[in-house]
């Protein structure tokens, strides 16, 4: 029967979405257990549209002649039965103590961590017999002194620039000038710290901006970048939101090469918990509000062609602040309705479907196949035109019992 098939195709990709259950063309996903119970699983929004087809006049049946009739008012279905109440529900235990706040131990929680000396690698020798001729050395000292940055120096075409003085030095085929440059070479490269140490009012100005409304937490927690992977677990807990900052010292050669990373292990809803690089040496963790206990696991995995040369430290800099547990539960509440209403869409346009291809059929029960497909799911007519499900009232925690004051009366000798 071909409503069947439609319901039974439909029935198939409601399971792999995930969304509600069918059983059948009259039955459809069910929404809950019973009426009043959130639903839990994501449902598709995107329905499938319904392929339109312009059948010849011979095979119109003559109740078709005139426009479909809407769908039947909510009034004129079977009423479904009424909500069970929900059992009253017994007191959480208390929550364990808070944690003594940490205070933030340290002057910028946007600084870099220390650095130690650079390593400059001594200057290779030029081969024997290739010194410049005394007009080389007479003009192009000159000329690359001009250059003051070490981008600007490696561009032009006879210069280099020397890390162990920070200059731009004269060079040719066969390597540095002679005495130009002791250690410290690159005339194709440049070192970050030449360029970090100039952004520091831009890095800590996007640092900030990352971490607006929060405030640093403990210590900063530095560790050393000998060669190998690395990883750090910080603990978060509910009633707070949480951001990280790292950032790498001047002597990391190449921080990128690090592949540094941090994410959250504990289920958080709304946005938040992204991992961003805000420059070189630089990155941050977006704020996130656990909704339980978990950790902030945050590491680095070095390249291999970097792991034996890459020295230095990197930094992680925890911040926080408190957020109210009533606003945690709205944002629960909020996905859950989200996710109700979508499943809600799903089954009502669902047997809408079945009712159209009823009424295509030229079947006369299609307002009972309508309403014992919204039956099956635990959805009622008006729950369709409302575009939810009502919710039962929340229940009321009860009173802890103490056994040495069983009753307000008590204490008063009641």
């Known amino acids: 029967m071909r409503l069947a098939s439609l319901a039974h195709a439909t029935i198939a990709a409601t399971l792999m979405m995930g969304g509600a259950h069918a059983a059948g063309c009259a039955s459809a996903p069910p929404l809950a257990a019973s009426r009043g119970t959130a639903v839990g699983a994501d449902a598709s929004t995107d329905d499938p549209p319904i392929a339109s087809a312009s059948p010849s006049s011979s095979s119109i049946p003559a109740w078709?002649?005139?426009?479909?009739?809407?769908?039947?008012?909510?009034s004129s279905l079977p009423p479904l039965p009424a909500p069970s109440s929900s059992p009253t529900a017994p007191t959480a235990p208390p929550p364990p103590p808070e944690p003594p706040h940490v205070a933030y131990r340290g002057t910028d929680p946007f600084e870099a961590p220390p650095a130690g000396p650079i390593a400059l690698a001594p200057t290779p020798p030029r081969p024997p017999g290739t010194d410049p001729s005394a007009e080389d050395l007479a003009g192009y000292p000159p000329y690359c002194a001009k250059a003051k940055e070490c981008g600007v120096c490696n561009n032009y075409g006879r210069c280099g620039f020397c890390m162990a003085t920070k200059t731009c030095v004269p060079?040719?085929?066969?390597?540095?000038?002679?005495?130009?440059?002791s250690?410290?070479?690159?005339?194709?490269?440049c070192h970050p710290s030449l360029y970090i140490a100039k952004e520091e009012p831009r890095i800590h100005e996007l640092l900030g901006e990352r971490m607006r409304g929060l405030t640093p937490e403990g210590t900063p927690i530095d560790t050393k970048v000998?060669?190998?992977?690395?990883?750090?677990?910080i603990p978060v807990r509910r009633g707070y939101c949480y951001g990280l900052v790292f950032r790498t010292s001047y002597d990391v050669d190449d921080p990128y090469a690090l592949n540094a990373v941090a994410t959250p292990e504990a289920s958080f809803l709304e946005d938040g918990g992204e991992w961003m690089f805000v420059y070189t040496g630089a990155a941050a963790l977006r704020p996130f509000c656990p909704q339980q206990s978990g950790t902030i696991v945050v590491g680095i995995a070095p390249d291999k062609t970097h792991n034996a040369t890459t020295k230095g430290t990197w930094r992680v800099q925890l911040f926080?602040?408190?957020?109210?547990?009533?606003?945690?539960r709205d944002r629960v509440e909020k996905r859950d309705t989200e996710r109700r209403q979508r499943a809600l869409?799903?089954?009502c346009g669902h047997c809408t479907r079945v009712f159209l291809v009823c009424r295509l059929d030229g079947d006369a029960q299609c307002t009972a196949q309508y309403a014992a497909c919204l039956q099956s799911?635990?959805?009622?007519?008006?729950?369709?035109?409302?575009?939810d499900v009502p919710r039962p009232p929340k229940p009321t925690p009860q009173p802890r019992f103490d056994?040495?004051?069983?009753?307000?009366?008590?204490?008063?000798?009641g």
């Open 183 to 189: 250690a410290g070479f690159t005339p194709s490269s």
């Open 377 to 387: 799911a635990g959805v009622r007519p008006d729950d369709c035109e409302r575009g």
């Open 403 to 413: 056994a040495c004051n069983p009753s307000p009366l008590a204490a008063r000798g």
């Open 226 to 233: 000998d060669g190998g992977a690395r990883v750090v677990r």
């Open 320 to 328: 926080r602040k408190a957020i109210a547990d009533e606003e945690l």
């Open 345 to 347: 869409r799903y089954v």
């Open 64 to 74: 078709l002649a005139s426009p479909l009739s809407p769908l039947p008012p909510a």
């Open 171 to 181: 060079k040719d085929a066969n390597g540095a000038y002679p005495g130009s440059c």
